[in-house]
């Protein structure tokens, strides 16, 4: 008997995964404004729009429901300084041409929550899961002992967005509302920098009318409709099937950086991102056993 597959999850899982894997060309053509500033100005108008869109839909109540629980309302809030992180993190490296690091974070990050599973939520692990681990353990120890440094950028991508997703879902609120407040949680530092740099004559938010604050404007957007996106998605899809859309973003990005950025590629670093597929290799294997993909 043949499985119906479900081909509008698996639209909505690449709409989200693609538009997250060029993130980089997109915010290459704003290399010319300092990463603080762009995520203060994608926070802000991911949170306009992100506002119109629960406006629309009339899903406030979501909204509403959160503010009511102080115990979520602070786990996300916790979330949303994560996110803005890791947001901050990934700028600073398409800034400072380390897109492949960036990306060699990403895949490290299905890994990372492999590790938070053990030590936070103190889930027991199966073979495969250690051996993941220690490959990935492996790979960080190939940079520090061949290149001669931690991948810090990518430890601290990783780092952030596992932490994150861990706290994320202990909120059960929808992908567009929970965006909503943890917009809303970060804004406030946004404004405060926004306000220090205009004490130098620096305007942070502006309305130009000009390329640049179209894409300015834009990042909001783009941050919104992969999330929606990814949403719709999850409601189709096994998280199998999620496991194996999930390499899309980080694949682009390293091969954005190689072929389109020329960012160099050394050997000991190939040998890190082999370690890395080949613990994500047993990863995704390991899911479509527990949880039965067909």
């Known amino acids: ?12 899982g690449l709409i989200a995964y693609l538009i997250w894997g060029f993130f980089p060309l997109y915010f290459r053509q704003l290399g010319h404004i300092t990463p603080m500033d762009i995520l203060s100005n994608r926070t802000l108008w991911a949170f306009v729009f992100v506002a119109l869109l629960l406006t629309l839909r009339q899903r406030w109540a979501n909204v509403l429901v959160v503010f009511r629980n102080p115990g979520h309302l602070a786990r996300l809030a916790a979330a949303a300084l994560l996110l803005g992180g890791n947001w901050l993190g990934f700028l600073w490296a398409v800034d400072h041409q380390q897109v492949v690091a960036a990306s060699l974070g990403y895949f490290l990050t299905p890994l990372v929550n492999v590790l938070l599973g053990l030590l ?25 002992f061949t290149l001669g440094t931690l991948p810090w950028i ?3 991508l990783a780092a952030t967005f596992g932490t994150y997703g861990l706290l994320r879902k202990q909120v059960p609120v929808d992908a567009l509302s ?18 220090w740099q205009a004490q130098d004559g620096h305007a942070v938010f502006t309305l130009a009318g000009n390329t640049t604050t179209a894409l300015l404007i834009g990042a909001g957007i783009i941050t919104a409709l992969p ?3 990814f949403a719709a998605a999850t409601q189709r899809l096994d998280l199998a099937m999620i496991g194996m859309l999930m390499y899309i973003n980080p694949t682009l990005q390293f091969l954005t950086a190689v072929y389109l950025f020329d960012e160099p590629m050394q050997t000991a670093r190939l040998v890190s991102f082999g370690l890395i597929w080949l613990g994500l290799l047993l990863y995704t294997s390991n899911i479509r056993q527990k949880f ?3």
């Open 1 to 12: 008997m043949s499985t119906k597959i479900p081909l509008a999850g698996i639209g909505y």
């Open 120 to 144: 936070v939520l103190k889930e027991r692990l199966n073979r495969k899961e250690w051996l993941a681990i220690a490959l990935a353990v492996a790979a960080v120890g190939n940079e520090l």
């Open 227 to 229: 999330l929606m996106a």
């Open 178 to 195: 929970g965006l909503w407040l943890e917009t809303l949680a970060m804004l406030p530092i946004c404004l405060i920098y926004a306000l």
């Open 292 to 294: 039965g993909a067909r």
């Open 154 to 156: 990518s430890l601290f």
